[in-house]
C-alpha cells in the first residue's frame, strides 16, 4: 500500500508569497496518478492538478504542480486571498487503495 | 454538465448498517473510463478514500475497511450505493461520492457530500 505524506502540516504566509508544497510517497509510482485538491471550509475538495502537472479546467496559472517516483510538488507563485484553504495529494491509479495524503493547511 | 449528489441518513445508531446513495447525471457508467469513488472526511480530519467502481463492475476497497463496505451500481437510475456495516462512532463523517474519469486519472467532479452522525 502506498501511503502519501504531506509537508508542511501547516504553511502560514501572507498574500503576494509563494508556497511550495510537498508529497512524498512510500514507493515510485507514475505521475500520471497524481492528483492535488484544494478545500474550503465547509466545501467539497475541487481538482487543480492531474497528472501530476495539468492544471484542471478553470485553474489559474499560479498553480503549478511537478515532480515525479516519490516526490511531487505543488506550487502556488502569488498567493491570493482565496487561495488559502486546505490542500491534498491523492494517488489514483494501478492497484488499490486510492490514498489521500493527510493535507497541508495554509493559512494567513 | 456533470452533477452528483449524496443522500442518506443524517444519523445511525452503533452497529447499525449505513446504505448512502450516489445520484449522478451528465454522465453513464456504461461508458468506458467512468468510475464513482466514495470518500469521507471526519470533522476537521483528512479525506479517506473508501472504494471505487467502475463501467465494467469493477470494484475496489480501503484495505482497512473492505470487510464493511460494499459497492454497487443501479445503471437505469444512475445511481451507485455504498453500504458500510457495524457503524462506530469513528465513522462520523461527511461522506462524498465523486466520479473518476480514467483518460484523466483523477477526480474531477464531486458532490457536495452528506453528513453522517454515528450515535446511540
Known amino acids: 500500500e502506498i501511503v502519501l505524506t504531506q509537508s508542511p502540516g501547516t504553511l502560514s504566509l501572507s498574500p503576494g508569497e509563494r508556497a511550495t508544497l510537498s508529497c512524498r510517497a512510500s514507493?515510485?509510482?507514475?505521475?500520471?496518478?497524481l492528483a492535488w485538491f484544494q478545500q474550503k471550509p465547509g466545501q467539497a475538495p475541487r481538482l487543480l492538478i492531474y497528472?501530476?502537472?495539468t492544471r484542471a479546467t478553470g485553474i489559474p496559472d499560479r498553480f503549478r504542480g511537478s515532480g515525479s517516483g516519490t516526490d511531487f510538488t505543488l506550487t502556488i507563485s502569488r498567493l491570493e486571498p482565496e487561495d488559502f484553504a486546505v490542500y491534498y495529494c491523492q494517488r489514483y491509479g494501478g492497484s488499490p487503495p486510492y490514498n489521500f495524503g493527510q493535507g497541508t493547511k495554509v493559512e494567513i | 454538465q456533470v452533477t452528483l449528489r449524496e443522500s442518506g441518513p443524517a444519523v445511525v445508531k452503533p452497529t447499525q448498517t449505513l446504505t448512502l446513495t450516489c445520484n449522478f447525471s451528465?454522465?453513464?457508467?456504461?461508458?468506458?473510463?467512468?468510475?464513482v469513488s466514495w470518500i469521507r472526511q471526519p470533522p476537521g480530519k483528512a479525506l479517506e478514500w473508501l472504494a471505487h467502481?467502475?463501467?465494467?463492475?469493477?470494484?475496489y476497497y480501503s484495505t482497512s475497511l473492505k470487510t464493511r463496505l460494499t459497492i454497487s451500481k443501479d445503471i437505469s437510475k444512475n445511481q451507485v450505493v455504498l453500504t458500510m456495516t457495524n457503524m462506530d462512532p469513528a465513522d462520523t463523517a461527511t461522506y462524498y461520492c465523486?466520479?473518476?474519469?480514467?483518460?484523466?486519472?483523477?477526480?474531477?467532479?464531486w458532490g457536495q457530500g452528506t453528513p453522517v452522525t454515528v450515535s446511540s
Open positions: 497528472g501530476a502537472s
Open positions: 451528465g454522465f453513464s457508467l456504461t461508458t468506458s473510463g467512468m468510475c
Open positions: 467502481i467502475d463501467w465494467e463492475d469493477d470494484k
Open positions: 465523486a466520479r473518476y474519469k480514467v483518460e484523466l486519472g483523477a477526480l474531477d467532479y
Open positions: 514507493q515510485s509510482f507514475s505521475g500520471a496518478d
